[in-house]
C-alpha cells in the first residue's frame, strides 16, 4: 500500500512539473527582448520592363506572423521616411513577415513577398536586409 501511495505521488509530483515546465515555456511574439529589423526598398517598371523609377517605400505597411503556423498577421507596422521598420519586444522563435507588391497577373492586383526570419537569442535585433518590391 505504501508503495502504491508513494508511486502515486511521485507521478502526480512529476506531472505537476511537466505543466508548470511547460506553462513557463515562451513562445512566439511579444513579450521578448528581441527586435527584427530591415528596409523596403520599391522599383517600377513600365508595360516594357524597363527599370523607370526607384525609391524607399514610405509609409508602407509592413506585417509579422508570429511562427509559422497562421495565415493571418500577428502584428504590422509602416515603414519611416528611408523605408526602415522594426518589430520590437519578441520572444525567440521563428516568424513570417510579408509586404505587399503590385501583380499585374494576380487576380487581387497585388501579391504578399513572404521572408522567413528566426530569432534565436535574446536582447538582439535580427536585420533581415533589404526587401524588394515591385509598384
Not at 523609377?53 to 503556423?69: K, M, P, R, S, W
Not at 513572404?114 to 509598384?135: C, L
Amino acid at each position: 500500500m505504501k508503495m502504491i501511495k508513494r508511486t502515486l505521488q511521485f507521478s502526480l509530483a512529476f506531472a505537476g512539473v511537466l505543466f508548470l515546465l511547460q506553462s513557463c515555456s515562451k513562445v512566439e511574439g511579444p513579450g521578448g527582448s528581441s527586435t527584427i529589423s530591415g528596409k523596403i526598398h520599391v522599383e517600377v517598371y513600365d508595360v516594357a520592363g524597363n527599370l523607370i523609377n526607384e525609391y524607399d517605400a514610405q509609409d508602407e505597411d509592413v506585417y509579422l506572423i508570429y511562427g509559422n503556423e497562421g495565415t493571418f498577421y500577428d502584428d504590422d507596422v509602416k515603414t519611416s521616411f528611408d523605408g526602415t521598420f522594426e518589430f520590437r519586444y519578441l520572444q525567440k522563435g521563428n516568424y513570417q513577415l510579408f509586404v505587399y507588391q503590385d501583380c499585374n497577373s494576380c487576380a487581387s492586383g497585388k501579391e504578399a513577398v513572404i521572408v522567413n526570419v528566426e530569432i534565436t537569442d535574446n536582447k538582439t535585433t535580427t536585420d533581415i536586409g533589404t526587401i524588394t518590391i515591385i509598384d
